[in-house]
């Protein structure tokens, strides 16, 4: 397994073009949308394994520099997720042939179900930050200040300490680094042998009776609402609320059917309630005119794309079948008979068609 994990990492690009290259023939396999084909929906989904198997190596990697996606040290819930996400498809098209469409949604909501338990898990272990992509990607960037704070110093202008050895910043292995670095050991070094053996037998016994310098631990539910007040409430409400929406989504399509409006406006008014209450109070200032929620870049990308989601509720039944569907049959017939383009265009309505079939791919969960 080891060898197989350093072959990956060595050949990372391409492991990466040959996923990209297999996943994009999947579209065309034949009756990939048929009900009672399960084949090239478990074919897309040992890709889609696959695909994340190899990604959570190569993020894992221990000599890599950036940690920001590593898990190592803990349960690798990214991963889990995007598991589940490549698997659900496969669970839908098969319980849809074995148990029919009316019992299929147990499966469906089984799965969703799960996905919201690992997010929930995902939100807790990260202190509570706002969940990045459904879970798929590890919240663990500095706040935008914090960070531009850190960009306008500069990495070179803070120099740190390894193993007792001083270091110019995150580069020793320049021409000022080495040289500054040298200066430090010899500064230690003398400073060392001049100290009095008394001195030294002071400052270690001090050592042992203070306390370790502790880790900023991550904050705790009682913590955020103490320091937020009815703010943080709020934000974790939205977040929440935001997690749990696909799940309550398929619990009333699974009662009322998908042709009901009610699950429909149900779950775009949790989907309008959660942002707008996370865009609130994250906007708020507080009496200094800082903000009261220091949003990271992928923070606030996050809540850019989570709006652009919405877009998903134009191809969801019952919207779809009275407006939607209508109006790319009406494109298509326009585009029909022009050369080319028309071809391209009835191939990508059919396939628009055909994924809308799948809950999966129109439930951005």
Not at 198 to 205: A, C, N
Not at 214 to 223: D, G, Q, R, V
Not at 289 to 315: G, I, T, V
Request: net charge positive.
């Amino acid at each position: 397994m080891e060898a197989y994990k350093r072959w990956v990492r060595a050949n990372k690009d391409y492991v990466h073009s040959l996923e990209s290259l297999a996943n994009g023939l999947t579209w065309l396999l034949p009756e990939r949308f048929s009900e009672s084909e399960i084949g090239p929906e478990a074919v897309t989904s040992f890709l889609g394994i696959i695909t994340a198997v190899h990604e959570h190596i190569i993020e894992t990697t221990p000599t890599q520099r950036n940690t920001g996606q590593v898990e190592s040290s803990s349960f690798p819930y990214s991963l889990c997720i995007t598991l589940l996400k490549d698997l659900e498809t496969l669970v839908e098209v098969a319980a849809q042939q074995i148990f029919g469409d009316d019992r299929k949604w147990n499966f469906i909501a089984a799965t969703e179900a799960t996905k919201v338990l690992v997010r929930l898990a995902i939100f807790w272990n990260s202190g509570y930050k706002m969940v990045l992509h459904g879970g798929e990607s590890v919240n663990i960037e500095k706040g935008r200040d914090a960070y531009n704070s850190q960009q306008r110093q500069g990495h070179f202008a803070n120099p740190g300490n390894l193993n007792g050895t001083y270091y110019y910043g995150q580069a020793p292995w320049n021409l000022e680094g080495r040289a500054l670095s040298a200066l430090s050991r010899f500064g230690a070094n003398a400073r060392m042998l001049s100290e009095p053996t008394w001195l030294l037998r002071v400052q270690h016994q001090q050592a042992i009776m203070e306390p370790p310098i502790k880790t900023a631990e991550k904050p705790s539910l009682s913590s955020i609402l103490s320091e937020k007040g009815v703010y943080g409430g709020l934000f974790l409400m939205g977040e929440v609320m935001f997690i749990v929406r696909p799940l309550v989504y398929v619990l009333l399509i699974r009662k009322n059917g998908t042709q009901s409006w009610f699950p429909w406006f149900t779950s775009l008014a949790i989907d309008l309630i959660a942002n707008g209450v996370l865009s609130y109070v994250t906007a708020l200032r507080t009496i200094r005119k800082d903000p009261l929620f220091d949003l990271s870049n992928q923070e606030r990308d996050e809540l850019r794309r989570r709006k652009l989601m919405w877009a998903l509720y134009l191809m969801r039944d019952p919207f779809f079948m009275k407006y939607t569907r209508k109006r790319l049959d009406h494109t298509q017939k326009l585009l029909e008979p022009v050369p080319v383009i028309g071809f391209f265009a009835e191939k990508l309505i059919e396939l628009s068609i055909g994924a809308q079939t799948r809950y999966t791919y129109m439930s951005g969960s």
